[in-house]
């Protein structure tokens, strides 16, 4: 990859992995644009490990205090933090086993523009739904087992393209009655071991490969991680005030660049 392509799919990533806007609208439109090539599977695993150390960083107390809580559940010592950390590990489970059983077929059959556009435009409109209607009365510490498996079942449905893993997340956590923050928290905590699991399911294809340009790995860590923590401290800091709806325009006009410039 050139300069260019390098830094712009980095930052791509880091900053559409979570917020509610899809990563795949963002990363076929330049590509298609500038006639880039395919980035190739190392630098997906890079670009990923980047996000995962960014929200894994960010919220390094939060997990500190969910594992060590888990683990005190283990041994029958049970808390709000406990709760919480199954609740994440139990949700995490829809995705993952959708991802086995159909990655292949939404590879092969659901890469297009039309359904990424289509994804970005209805889901975008559900997000907007969810914003308005949501009680936005309910706190993580007040979240129900049932609703967790609500907002997991909907991760599920990022695999199809254009959906956004972020916004479907919100999008449930909305309309189960979550407060815009507690939402978004819920969301980035359940990314974590979902990015963990594509990625590491993704380093399996790279056994083997030798012609891996290391200077190219390193700087996508580095720029995704960078440009994904400034995403997760300023959406945190701005989602009350701002609400859904400027990413569900957003989305909108997205959608339809792509819908009109693929035509």
């Known amino acids: 990859m050139d300069a260019l392509q390098l830094i712009a799919l980095a930052l791509i990533q ?45 919220f390094r107390k939060d997990i500190s205090k969910l594992f060590l809580a888990w683990i005190g559940s283990l041994r029958g010592q049970t808390s709000t933090d406990s709760k919480l950390a199954w609740f994440v590990i139990w949700a995490t489970a829809p995705a993952g086993l959708a991802g086995l059983l159909f990655n292949d077929v939404i590879e092969n059959h659901l890469r297009s523009v039309v359904v990424i556009a289509s994804a970005t435009a209805l889901f975008g409109l559900v997000l907007g739904w969810a914003d308005i209607k949501g009680a936005r009365r309910q706190t993580l510490d007040q979240l129900t087992l049932s609703q967790a498996m609500l907002i997991g079942c909907a991760q599920a449905l990022a695999l199809i393209p254009g959906t956004s893993r972020s916004g479907i997340t919100m999008t449930m956590g909305l309309a189960v009655g979550l ?36 200077m190219d790995i390193l700087l996508g860590v580095i720029l995704s991680a960078m ?18 709806w400027p990413f569900v325009l957003y989305r909108l006009a997205l959608a339809a660049v792509l819908l009109m410039f693929f035509a």
Not at 26 to 42: M, R, Y
Not at 182 to 203: C, E, H, N, Q, V
Not at 230 to 244: E, P
């Open 227 to 244: 440009s994904a923590t400034l995403c997760i401290h300023w959406f945190l800091k701005w989602i009350d005030n701002l609400g859904m």
């Open 14 to 58: 880091g900053v559409t992995e979570f917020l509610p806007i899809s990563s795949s609208g963002h990363l076929i439109l330049p590509s298609q644009l500038l006639g880039w090539s395919d980035q190739g599977l190392a630098f997906d695993v890079a670009v990923h490990v980047g996000s995962l150390l960014a929200v894994v960083g960010y």
């Open 179 to 214: 407060k815009r923050q507690d939402a978004a928290r819920f969301s980035f905590l359940l990314s974590i071991p979902l990015i963990a699991l594509s990625g590491g399911y993704k380093a399996v294809g790279l056994i083997g490969e030798s012609s891996i340009f290391w």
